[in-house]
T-cell receptor
Framework: EAQVTQNPRYLITVTGKKLTVTCSQN?????MSWYRQDPGLGLRQIYY???????DKGDVPEGYKVSRKEKRNFPLILESPSPNQTSLYFC???????????FGPGTRLLVL | GNSVTQMEGPVTLSEEAFLTINCTYT??????LFWYVQYPGEGLQLLLK?????DKGSNKGFEATYRKETTSFHLEKGSVQVSDSAVYFC????????????????FGQGTILTVHP
């Protein structure tokens, strides 16, 4: 089944403790992206990747890192999480940047 | 820059009622327009899209027409069902060139729809 998977689905952590949210797609998509969803703000793009080893900032990249070493994986790294990064995170992928984006199920993060 | 504005929610309707969720946008160039739906506890699913002016996207009884003159992409359904209860997001994507964020979807704030039997 074609899908985008994220892990973990739920995470509670404390300020400053490094964490990684994984994202994987099995559709051989070149384009991948991370968004965060906050009430009243919709979804905002954090980072995106056009292909392996090609990444760039979105609208709200501060406090996040990404890497794209393999085509199928696009992990989101929070080196030192803070409470303002408490949010619902979605990974998305598409064949190319002009194609329809498919979203993962989301990761709900709470930073205490 | 690009922006999307959706009507304030939440919207509460009775089954078989007519639905309209307003969406207007601001963008440079000729964006593609989308409606995504998010069912409780799930990720976003593409509901419909339109890529040029006067295009009509349709799916599952929902429709939206790309109106360039009014910069709008309102979502409509003639008869809603309880199973349509979800959050609906309007979004746009610019073609992307010259250093802009390729592929980025710009979302509205979302509209919660609740349909009662």
């Amino acid at each position: 089944e074609a899908q985008v998977t994220q892990n973990p689905r739920y995470l509670i952590t404390v300020t400053g403790k490094k964490l990684t949210v994984t994202c994987s797609q099995n559709m051989n998509h070149e384009y991948m992206s991370w968004y965060r969803q906050d009430p009243g703000l919709g979804l905002r793009q954090i980072y995106y990747s056009m292909n392996v080893e090609v990444t760039d900032k979105g609208d709200v990249p501060e406090g996040y890192k990404v890497s794209r070493k393999e085509k199928r994986n696009f992990p989101l790294i929070l080196e030192s999480p803070s409470p303002n990064q408490t949010s619902l995170y979605f990974c998305a992928s598409s064949l190319g940047h002009r194609e329809t984006q498919y979203f993962g199920p989301g990761t709900r993060l709470l930073v205490l | 820059g690009n922006s999307v504005t959706q009507m304030e929610g939440p919207v509460t309707l009775s089954e078989e009622a007519f639905l309209t969720i307003n969406c207007t946008y601001t963008a440079t160039g000729y964006p593609s327009l989308f409606w995504y739906v998010q069912y409780p506890g799930e990720g976003l699913q593409l509901l419909l899209k339109a890529t040029k002016a006067d295009d009509k996207g349709s799916n599952k009884g929902f429709e939206a027409t790309y109106r360039k003159e009014t910069t709008s992409f309102h979502l409509e359904k003639g008869s809603v069902q309880v199973s349509d209860s979800a959050v609906y997001f309007c979004a746009l994507r610019n073609p992307g060139a010259g250093g802009t964020s390729y592929g980025k979807l710009t979302f509205g704030q979302g509209t919660i729809l609740t349909v009662h039997p």
